[in-house]
Nanobody, 118 residues
């Protein structure tokens, strides 16, 4: 059973940093892409950053220069280093993986809360 398990969320003051981690387990499929999305109260889920295996890393304009996504392929883990956090970064952050077994299937983690106080 494919699972994405996130960790690293929490409460931080504006200007602070957090590092999110997401481990992919139970998969024998090829990874097409892994990344992070977020959803703030009353808003739609939006892309934060993702890393396609074949292609360029993508960042939302709102996080460029502050957030860095990285991957440890040996550990099937994706990280999101978040610096210079702002109150508007407050959201539930979801890990995402697109896996290929003939066709592409999308999987989501359970989400981790990030709260930035002003």
């Amino acid at each position: 059973q494919v699972q994405l398990v996130e960790s690293g969320g929490g409460l931080v003051q504006a200007g602070g940093s957090l590092r999110l981690s997401c481990v992919l387990t139970g998969s024998r499929s090829s990874i097409v892409s892994m990344g992070w999305y977020r959803q703030a109260p009353g808003k739609q889920r939006e892309l934060v950053a993702n890393m396609p295996v074949d292609g360029d890393t993508n960042y939302a304009d709102s996080v460029k220069g502050r957030f860095v996504i990285s991957r440890d392929n040996a550990k099937n883990t994706v990280y999101l280093q978040m610096n210079s956090l702002k109150p508007e970064d407050t959201a539930v952050y979801y890990c995402n993986a697109d896996l290929e077994v003939g066709t592409i299937h999308t999987y989501w983690g359970q989400g981790t809360q990030v709260t930035v106080s002003s």
